[in-house]
């Protein structure tokens, strides 16, 4: 019996979109500006969550990214906020009980030299557990061993990024083993990491990776390595099974709290808070919050007006078809099948615009991975339509379409007997 039902649903449904389609293509200026209203709202909407996407939802394209910690130093009672010293996180790598493995890395710039031509690159010198507490098996070659990261300037390796391999070397997997230039100094090329890589921030794109303790050879000069107040690295920490971020934070707390009383003059005062990693300092992500909340309420005012004319034409419509409706309920149909009727042509006019938003938000988002910004820094924004964008273009498009076309389906469907 309850097969026979659905059945007879199902096939209530093809007639509803058969005739809706028959419907819409009689009246094809209604049906075009119908879906361009839709088209404009809902990709205006969609280009603005794939931002949202890329910088605050996506996973990092790491092993089980949700469970990267950021160490971040607090000062001043926890009112600022800072990065880490390379003694700092040496102590935090050996002395917890809460991570599986400490990562650092600090961003620079460096001279990269090969057959003669001379090019300025965006990279990153890392701790040498860097690839493996990440889970990122490279494409070609190997990273770092354990060896290569204890004795300052005594390991000249490098992995170069897939994008930096592609440009710079023309995807030679010979490259993998000879030697380039960084900062006049001879680097081994020692791997590749794997195309869309790019480490644990979400817009910063490194075109080469070397051993933390190359960092004196990457910027002549410093000490950084030697002095404990310099916070200038990123420490990521990997959470072991069923420890939680508070039980890691409390943890870390206490380990804090020690070195500060063996190192008073550089660390008093200092807490420790944890964060998810992805956006350099809590200050970016807390401004990257307040940008992603303004564009949501520009798309959402957009996509108001868009739904207020579509619901506009359709109430203009309805006027033409009153006549046909009218026919119907004498005949014996329902209003509440005239309504289901109704909005089925809705929903088909909401998800022919959605289709069309997502094309015009790809072109969007196409165009604005094009924009060159006033800049050598390595930022790239990969804005993709993903599952996650598609999923909420679909609901919009049907909660949408279906809400804002109710108020004139009820309408229409309404026998007004004083016109007869």
Not at 115 to 132: H, I, K, L, M, Q
Not at 304 to 320: D, G, I, K, M, P
Request: proline share 5%; aromatic share 10%.
């Amino acid at each position: 019996m309850h097969l026979i039902w659905e059945t007879a649903q199902m096939q209530t449904l093809f007639q509803d979109l058969r005739y809706g389609s028959r419907q819409l293509l009689k009246r094809p200026g209604f049906t075009f500006l119908a879906i361009i209203s839709m088209a404009l709202g809902i990709g205006a909407n969609t280009a603005i969550f794939s931002l949202v996407d890329t910088v605050l939802l996506r996973p990092l394209p790491v092993r089980n990214a949700s469970e990267l910690q950021e160490l971040y130093g607090t000062l001043h009672n926890g009112a600022d906020i800072t990065i880490q010293s390379y003694l700092n996180y040496k102590d935090y790598r050996e002395r917890n009980q809460v991570f599986s493995g400490v990562i650092a890395y600090r961003i620079l710039v460096a001279s990269l030299s090969h057959n003669g031509n001379n090019e300025r690159v965006w990279g990153t010198v890392v701790s040498g557990n860097y690839f493996d507490v990440l889970g990122i098996p490279l494409a070609l070659g190997r990273g770092f061993l354990p060896e290569e990261d204890q004795t300052p300037n005594s390991h000249p390796v490098a992995v170069l990024s897939d994008a930096c391999w592609q440009k710079r070397f023309a995807a030679d997997p010979s490259i993998v083993g000879k030697t380039v230039s960084f900062n006049n100094v001879a680097f081994t090329v020692i791997g590749i990491a794997p195309k869309g890589f790019i480490g644990t921030e979400v817009a910063y794109a490194p075109e080469m990776w070397v051993p933390m303790m190359m960092g004196p050879v990457m910027e002549p000069g410093s000490k950084w390595l030697e002095q404990r107040d310099s916070d200038n690295l990123f420490v990521v920490g990997r959470l072991k099974p069923g420890v939680t971020k508070a039980q890691a934070e409390s943890s870390l707390q206490a380990i804090t709290l020690q070195m500060a009383s063996e190192h008073p003059t550089e660390l008093a005062g200092r807490g420790l808070k944890l964060i998810p990693p992805g956006l350099f300092i809590p200050d970016i992500r807390d401004s990257v919050f307040a940008f992603a909340a303004v564009l949501t309420a520009v798309g959402a005012l957009v996509l108001l007006l868009a739904c207020v004319n579509l619901a506009n034409l359709l109430l203009a419509r309805s006027t033409e078809r009153r006549k046909e409706i009218a026919i119907r309920l004498a005949v014996g149909a329902s209003r509440g099948r005239l309504v289901r009727q109704l909005l089925t042509e809705s929903a088909m006019l909401s998800l022919l615009g959605g289709a069309f938003g997502v094309m015009l938000a790809a072109w969007i988002n196409h165009f604005v991975t094009t924009i060159k910004l006033p800049t050598d820094f390595a930022l790239v924004f990969d804005l993709r339509i993903d599952w996650r964008v598609l999923s909420f273009t679909l609901l919009l498009s049907l909660l949408t379409g279906l809400f804002f076309s109710l108020l004139p389906a009820l309408q229409s469907s309404k026998l007004n007997w004083s016109r007869r």
